[in-house]
């Protein structure tokens, strides 16, 4: 009695010792101590007990005992074989109806090409309530690329660290790359992403927003203003300022690119020859015309190839997605052209243009967005404010419609390579597509941004961009409420209990 006592102790102890262990997910004095002294009394009592054990070990049942033992044992070692397997060679499926689980196409394309080495350092509590998906976000990351690296601090359990880094609150991520550093607040795909862009970008480059001529405004927060566009553009950090020509003598040296959007009146004469400057030096530039306005740019463009119509683009399929038939819809890109090589979104252009230019690789013109066929280019403007509009064969454009082209201009200017710099410029035959209304209506912001991200020659931003998750709440009729706690609460546990109640009575009155 007194040697099944011991043993009965000692293994008590040893799981409590562990149950400890497991609470404070570190090794205290406590736990090893409850461990030593319950393997200590186990040692003793298999002392005591050897005769016992070794003729209990000799019998028979012990033998088959000893190959159920290894079986179970080889059975073990396969599941771990198969458990490093998956580690290593790992394949996710997300089957969410928003794939909340997949990072986006941007993300990816970026992590594939890092140069640079980043380490996360998520300082979280362990009992942190949202450690869990920082985490498994930070686990995909590190899955796309080796050259992302993460690890997590209890600021509580280690003090000194979130010292080091000057962390004093939870649920902080901190993205190192060298010596610069970004803070991420919360479990977030976009800001993550972000702080990747700012700590691997050598220097932020600048965009300019033309005003002065009735442009879109980025400070307007009203429908048709451009400040949820600014800001979506910083977020990919890039420096956005605004341009008045009129006040300067030359284009900054800075400006990576320059944003035309939407003028309402004409561009003066001595502006138009800063901006030609601009592009024989390799300038970018972005122009995006609404219908029957500025009148001069188009002469100006037409330099370049692009040819500006004057008339209004009808869609009828854009009834089909619930807008009017003066909001083309674009679902055709431009599959050669890397801008939109791998653009599969469709894009709304409320009140729009057409632009055109004839396609010419080799001097990187590109038409790479276009209607579909039930579409037209509308000239009869005073039937189309009637409500009569209808396609008027060798009169009317038919649809397919250019709405947005591309092309690059040859310069005299070389770069630190010793290559002959090339100047960029993309047409969009309206602005409305990504003011505060539109931007993010479908496939506009990422078309709007992949075009800042081609012409400012970051091509690793151009992708399809996260999306916000939308919660999949399961809503359930009362019925089904209570047929979901009846069936496995009762009903199914009666069922195994009667069966069992069953087999025993049998069982018992064969005896």
Not at 94 to 115: E, H, V
Not at 132 to 140: I, P
Not at 398 to 419: H, S, Y
Request: charged share 25%.
């Amino acid at each position: 009695m007194f040697r099944n006592i011991i043993g009965l102790l000692g293994i008590l102890l040893v799981i409590a010792g562990s149950l400890v262990f497991a609470v404070n997910t570190i090794l205290t004095t406590l736990s090893a101590s409850l461990i030593f002294a319950g393997l200590l009394l186990l040692l003793v009592y298999f002392y005591i007990n050897f005769a016992r054990i070794r003729d209990l070990l000799l019998n028979r049942s012990a033998k088959y005992g000893a190959n159920m033992a290894v079986m179970i044992l080889i059975f073990l070692c396969v599941l771990a074989l198969i458990g490093v397997i998956s580690t290593r060679y790992k394949k996710r499926l997300d089957l969410t109806a928003t794939n909340r689980y997949t990072l986006s196409s941007q993300t990816i394309k970026i992590l594939r090409s890092l140069k640079k080495d980043i380490e996360a350092v998520a300082f979280y509590r362990a009992d942190e309530r949202t450690r869990q998906a920082m985490e498994d976000l930070l686990q995909e990351y590190s899955y796309y690329s080796p050259r992302f690296k993460y690890q997590f601090v209890d600021p509580d359990r280690k003090p000194a660290v979130a010292a080091k880094y000057g962390v004093s609150s939870y649920r902080t991520t901190l993205l190192i790359s060298g010596k610069r550093q970004e803070t991420v607040g919360i479990e977030s795909e976009d800001r993550l992403t972000n702080g990747i862009i700012k700590v691997t970008r050598d220097n932020v480059k600048t965009v300019y927003f033309l005003t002065g001529h009735g442009e879109n405004s980025i400070t307007d927060f009203q429908k048709s203003g451009y400040k949820a566009a600014k800001e979506a553009v910083e977020k990919e950090n890039y420096e956005v300022r605004t341009l008045v020509l009129l006040n300067i003598e030359d284009i900054p040296q800075d400006a990576s690119l320059i944003i035309i959007s939407g003028p309402s009146k004409d561009i003066v004469t001595s502006e138009i020859q800063k901006l030609e400057s601009y592009i024989k030096k390799g300038g970018k530039l972005l122009v995006m015309l609404d219908p029957g306005r500025v009148h001069n740019l188009v002469p100006f463009l037409a330099k370049y190839g692009f040819e500006i119509g004057d008339d209004i683009i009808i869609d009828k399929l854009s009834q089909v997605f619930g807008a009017n038939y003066l909001t083309p819809v674009v679902t055709e890109y431009e599959d050669k052209h890397p801008l939109t090589r791998d653009f599969n979104v469709a894009t709304f252009f409320p009140i729009a243009r057409s632009v055109d230019i004839a396609k010419d690789p080799s001097k990187g013109a590109y038409p790479f967005a276009r209607t579909g066929t039930n579409s037209w280019a509308e000239t009869d403007k005073k039937a189309l404010e009637a409500g009569k509009a209808e396609y008027q064969e060798g009169k009317d454009t038919k649809g397919p419609v250019t709405i947005g082209a591309v092309t690059a201009v040859e310069t005299q200017i070389k770069d630190e390579a010793g290559k002959k710099k090339y100047a960029k410029i993309v047409v969009y035959g309206d602005s409305d597509f990504a003011n505060n209304t539109n931007l993010n209506l479908a496939g506009n912001k990422d078309l709007f941004l992949n075009t800042i991200g081609w012409l400012a020659e970051e091509e690793d931003l151009i992708a399809i961009r996260s999306k916000n998750s939308e919660s999949t709440p399961v809503v359930l009729t009362a019925t089904q409420g209570r047929l979901i706690f009846w069936l496995p609460v009762i009903v199914f546990p009666s069922i195994v209990l009667a069966t069992g109640l069953l087999i025993y009575n049998r069982r018992r009155l064969r005896r």
